[in-house]
């Protein structure tokens, strides 16, 4: 009698363990930062976002232009014009660096903005496949040491996002 309690007790032990085999969990992994890379919404970002940059930068060109041209003026001016017109050019300088820190500063946002958007999209697509494909986790794939092809959805993440950005 002893021997069966002490067998049921051993098993007791090893039952919960069963609840948790690999056959019973579903895990994939996504290579976000690939799917980011080559979503069309990230390529149409960064053309939007380059457009707009070399638009401000060719308006920083002509202030910088005009300032060049001001202080090329300054030795043909007499002494007491030449000072006056000198703080006008350190006044031109110090607006134009403003501008351009304002710029890139401006930049940088719209950039940061638009990449929050996009991993906002990866996670939602993430978790709707998940659910529809009864996964019970998906990881980046930066976080993976070792898995199996099979368990890469990075293909079929990129694929869903691509279609849903289109309609």
Do not use: H
């Not at 690999?22 to 919404?41: A, H, Q």
Request: some cysteine.
């Amino acid at each position: 009698m002893k021997k069966i309690l002490i067998c049921l007790a051993v098993l007791g032990l090893f039952m919960p363990f069963g609840a948790f085999s690999n056959n019973d969990v579903k895990i994939g992994y996504v290579n976000v930062f690939g799917v980011f890379d080559k979503y069309s919404k990230t390529k149409d970002y960064d053309k939007d976002l380059e457009k707009i940059k070399e638009r401000k930068e060719e308006s920083l060109d002509r202030k910088k232009d005009e300032i060049e041209k001001m202080q090329s003026k300054l030795n043909l001016l007499k002494p007491e014009e030449q000072e006056k017109k000198q703080k006008e050019v350190a006044e031109a300088i110090e607006d134009y660096r403003n501008l351009e820190r304002e710029i890139y500063i401006d930049i940088k946002k719209d950039r940061d903005e638009k990449m929050k958007e996009i991993l906002e999209d990866i996670n939602l697509v993430v978790k709707d496949y998940a659910k529809k494909n009864k996964f019970d986790l998906i990881i980046n794939e930066n976080a993976v040491l070792y898995g199996t092809k099979v368990m890469d959805i990075t293909s079929d993440i990129l694929k869903i996002m691509n279609e849903r950005y289109k309609k």
